[in-house]
């Protein structure tokens, strides 16, 4: 790991502000990516900001009936949360499904958002990333590449890698909303679906943030009722990321929505796919993954998707 200078300020705007005039600065709280990324030299800030202690782990109701989850609310408070698991049950079973108990103690809300793809091209330096190195290239597009886990939807000729987190493709089925900070003390409402970033020609640009731009929390809107899952294909029981994900809240009228994991670069829905759901599962992925480009080792994943919702329609 190589050195770096450490922070902590005394507020969220502070620390915007500082992280926009620190060359290479990065924000840090509980460091269960980040601190992986450094020892490994994928991340190498000059300068780390600490952002615990600004009063950012609490949960609160709004006025309109809906949640304000802090960004520092860990992953196991989160989950565990009687408001949480009553009216948002299918956030509280995504973040159940991933990772450990150890590192959902540690995980906090906006670290969670804004983890980094596992692509284990990303993970090597010693291949071509053009989201660890923009204009290198893609090594998992290369010729006898392993592409198993990653993306078929949303991606590009410039990088096919996936999000890899759960919590998030819970919030897309939720609508649920990024708050933040700017530098300049300005604070700014993101819809979730916007908030990461197909990527196109710029896979290093992950996020809709501001450089320096600090999340303070995330907002779930009022409860929508009816019945919430959620379900993980994957290689291992645990501790292993999603080759398929499925988020899936449904009306007693047949009605509602279906988020995916494991197979884009964000949380993956699409309002008319929501709208073919008392169609069946093949009616909602045949609009949900229309345009899908996937590999040959992993064209797998639209026929596991299919079956995972299929599955947890028929369980109803």
Same mark, same amino acid.
């Given at each position: 790991?190589?050195?770096?200078?450490?922070?902590?300020?005394?507020?969220?705007?502070?620390?915007?502000?500082?992280?926009?005039?620190?060359?290479?600065?990065?924000?840090?709280?509980?460091?269960?990516?980040?601190?992986?990324?450094?020892?490994?030299?994928?991340? *190498?800030?000059?300068?780390?900001?600490?952002?615990?202690?600004?009063?950012?782990?609490?949960?609160?109701?709004?006025?309109?009936?809906?949640?304000?989850? %802090?960004?520092?609310?860990?992953?196991?408070?989160?989950?565990?949360?009687?408001?949480?698991?009553?009216?948002?049950?299918?956030?509280?079973?995504?973040?159940?499904? %991933?990772?450990?108990?150890?590192?959902?103690?540690?995980?906090?809300?906006?670290?969670? $958002?804004?983890?980094?793809?596992?692509?284990?091209?990303?993970?090597?330096?010693?291949?071509?990333?053009?989201?660890?190195?923009?204009?290198?290239?893609?090594?998992?597009? *290369?010729?006898?590449?392993?592409?198993?886990?990653?993306?078929?939807?949303?991606?590009?000729?410039?990088?096919?890698?996936?999000?890899?987190?759960?919590?998030?493709?819970?919030?897309?089925?939720?609508?649920?909303?990024?708050?933040?900070?700017?530098?300049? %003390?300005? *604070?700014?409402?993101?819809?979730?679906?916007?908030?990461?970033?197909?990527?196109?020609?710029?896979?290093?640009?992950?996020?809709?943030?501001?450089?320096?731009? $600090?999340?303070?929390?995330?907002?779930?809107?009022?409860?929508?009722?009816?019945?919430?899952?959620?379900?993980?294909?994957?290689?291992?029981?645990?501790?292993?990321?999603?080759?398929?994900?499925?988020?899936?809240?449904?009306?007693?009228?047949?009605?509602?929505?279906?988020?995916?994991?494991?197979?884009?670069?964000?949380?993956?829905?699409?309002?008319?796919?929501?709208?073919? $759901?008392?169609?069946?599962?093949?009616?909602?992925?045949?609009?949900?993954?229309?345009?899908?480009?996937?590999?040959?080792?992993?064209?797998f994943k639209i026929t596991l998707a299919e079956r995972t919702l299929a599955a947890m329609l028929a369980e109803e």
């Open positions: 790991m190589r050195s770096f200078s450490y922070e902590k300020p005394t507020s969220a705007a502070e620390a915007a502000s500082r992280a926009a005039e620190v060359s290479g600065a990065k924000f840090i709280a509980g460091g269960t990516n980040l601190l992986d990324l450094m020892k490994l030299e994928i991340e *190498t800030p000059g300068h780390l900001i600490d952002v615990r202690g600004f009063g950012l782990d609490e949960i609160t109701e709004t006025d309109d009936g809906g949640l304000r989850v %802090g960004a520092l609310v860990t992953n196991t408070a989160l989950a565990a949360d009687t408001r949480i698991r009553r009216d948002y049950g299918v956030l509280t079973r995504a973040i159940v499904a %991933g990772a450990t108990g150890q590192l959902r103690n540690k995980a906090t809300t906006a670290g969670n $958002l804004l983890q980094r793809t596992r692509c284990p091209y990303f993970y090597d330096p010693a291949q071509p990333c053009n989201k660890r190195a923009p204009g290198s290239g893609c090594a998992a597009l *290369t010729e006898g590449a392993f592409s198993r886990q990653l993306g078929i939807i949303g991606t590009s000729d410039a990088c096919i890698a996936t999000y890899p987190g759960d919590m998030a493709v819970a919030l897309r089925a939720l609508d649920a909303t990024v708050e933040t900070v700017t530098p300049t %003390g300005m *604070t700014r409402r993101i819809a979730l679906e916007d908030f990461h970033q197909l990527p196109g020609d710029t896979p290093h640009i992950e996020t809709a943030l501001m450089p320096g731009e $600090l999340i303070t929390a995330v907002t779930l809107p009022a409860p929508v009722g009816g019945q919430h899952n959620y379900y993980k294909a994957r290689d291992r029981a645990s501790y292993a990321f999603a080759l398929v994900s499925v988020a899936l809240i449904r009306q007693p009228d047949g009605s509602g929505r279906v988020a995916l994991g494991g197979v884009a670069p964000r949380p993956w829905r699409r309002a008319e796919a929501d709208a073919e $759901l008392p169609n069946g599962a093949r009616a909602v992925m045949a609009r949900l993954l229309d345009g899908a480009r996937p590999t040959g080792e992993n064209a």
